[in-house]
């Protein structure tokens, strides 16, 4: 089994690969092969999935720690549940590149261990927060709302 430098190796050019190989004729966009396998229903997003997945096996393997992990699998499941959506998917696929985005966030964390680490751990207590604000929001709207019915009704 080839060793982790090489495969974090092998992880970089599938990524460039699948999420910017080619350009736009004329512009700075820059698509791959996800972009345009995602064109083919089913079997370009399970294509784009094993890319993703194989990234995260990687990073598992090198010793990064879950919370990195966990980013790089957030990052791939919107991928994938962006390129769901018919035509607007694969403008998605085009602009969020996950693999670019999950080979930065691995080699930061190669050059970076503890600041990455600590930046992830921060992401997601930011998601957290926000997830319970918005419940906090739901739960007083709910509140007000039968309130309101109650006045109405007496």
Same mark, same amino acid.
């Given at each position: ?50 890319? $993703? ?6 990073? /598992?393997?090198?010793? !990064?720690?879950? #919370?990195? @992990?966990? +980013?790089? =699998? &957030? ?52 998601? $957290? ?6 419940? /906090?929001?739901?739960? !007083?709207?709910? #509140?007000? @709302?039968? +309130?309101? =019915? &109650?006045?109405?009704?007496?």
């Amino acid at each position: 089994m080839p060793d982790p430098a090489h495969q974090l190796q092998r992880y970089r050019a599938l990524a460039r690969a699948f999420d910017a190989q080619f350009r736009f004729p004329g512009t700075g966009i820059r698509f791959g092969w996800d972009a345009l396998l995602g064109l083919v229903p089913g079997i370009g997003d399970v294509l784009g999935s094993l890319v $993703g997945g194989y990234g995260i096996w990687v990073a /598992a393997r090198l010793g !990064a720690p879950v #919370v990195v @992990l966990l +980013r790089m =699998l &957030l990052n791939l499941v919107l991928d994938v549940a962006g390129g769901e959506l018919p035509v607007v998917g694969d403008l998605f696929d085009v602009s969020w590149r996950s693999n670019l985005r999950n080979l930065a966030l691995l080699e930061r964390w190669y050059t970076e261990p503890h600041e990455t680490r600590r930046r992830s751990i921060w992401f997601f207590a930011g998601i $957290g927060l926000m997830l319970l604000a918005a419940l /906090a929001i739901a739960i !007083a709207v709910a #509140v007000w @709302l039968v +309130r309101s =019915l &109650l006045l109405l009704l007496h």
